[in-house]
């Protein structure tokens, strides 16, 4: 199992980034899949999910400003962020869940966001 992020960098306060990533070895239809991002000194969090039906989920923080989706046919989950801050500056990972009956997660490798004022 893989999953690649990309579209990360540096980008000035009220800036724009999408993120993507590429999952592979899985049946990426099946998973929900996420983006949680982790500062230093702060515990991993979770940004933003959407399920295999297109529900999605986001933090307070992001509401409005980030939007999650994904394409089955590439296998592919994006992360549309908009307006962004400097408290924004984080890493930020993938993540494919699966319960079955537990949960089964795997996490891709990060991509660094830098948010600069």
């Known amino acids: 199992v893989q999953l690649v992020e990309s579209g990360g960098g540096l980008v000035q306060a009220g800036g724009s980034l999408r993120l993507s990533c590429v999952a592979s070895g899985i049946i990426f239809r099946s998973y929900v899949m996420g983006w949680y991002r982790q500062a230093p000194g702060k515990q991993r969090e979770l940004v933003a999910a959407?399920?295999?039906?297109?529900?999605?989920n986001y933090a307070d923080s992001v509401k409005g400003r980030f939007t999650v989706s994904r394409d089955n046919a590439k296998n592919t989950v994006y992360l549309q962020m908009n307006s962004l801050k400097p408290e924004d500056t984080a890493v930020y990972y993938c993540n494919a869940g699966l319960r079955s009956p537990s949960w089964l997660h795997y996490w891709g490798q990060g991509t660094q966001v830098t948010v600069s004022s």
């Open positions: 959407i399920t295999s039906g297109g529900v999605t």
